[in-house]
């Protein structure tokens, strides 16, 4: 067989000359909202399960939920919650083929951030 000259370069470009963007970054936070609120799911049944159950099952669940521990889990659940949805109603929107160009993109990406933080921060004074 003939010898084949290599030449040598990288299979791929490496991750770390990407810089990050508003899109990728939005769109990674959508996924990692997602799956975070697999487990705030389950604490919520399990609360309200333990309020079927038993006066002592819901007093220990609602004791932690109530907990310093707990306002800080639910704001940040909320969080999720808040911005999870505005990915998908981001996504609704591109689907429907509105909002595609690169600026609105981007200034859809930073409102998603924002409009959860706010919405956050209405749902704890009101609460």
């Given amino acids: 067989m003939a010898d084949v ?12 000359i990407y810089r990050p963007q508003m899109t990728s970054v939005s ?17 919520v ?3 309200l399960l333990a309020a079927a159950i038993s006066e002592t099952a819901f ?3 609602d004791g932690l939920m109530r907990s310093w521990l707990g306002d800080l889990f639910l704001i940040a659940a909320s969080w999720a919650a ?16 509105y909002c595609l160009e690169i600026n609105v ?14 919405l956050t921060i209405l749902t704890a004074l009101i609460v």
Avoid: C, N, Q
């Fill in 5 to 16: 000259k290599r030449i040598e370069r990288p299979l791929s470009p490496h991750l770390s």
């Fill in 27 to 43: 769109s990674i936070m959508v996924r990692i909202t997602g799956i975070a609120l697999i487990p705030i799911t389950a604490i």
């Fill in 45 to 47: 049944v399990w609360w």
């Fill in 59 to 61: 007093a220990f669940i």
């Fill in 105 to 118: 993109a981007l200034k859809l990406g930073a409102g998603m951030f924002i409009g959860a933080t706010v």
């Fill in 82 to 97: 808040y911005y999870h949805m505005l990915g998908r109603l981001r996504h609704v929107i591109w689907d429907f083929g």
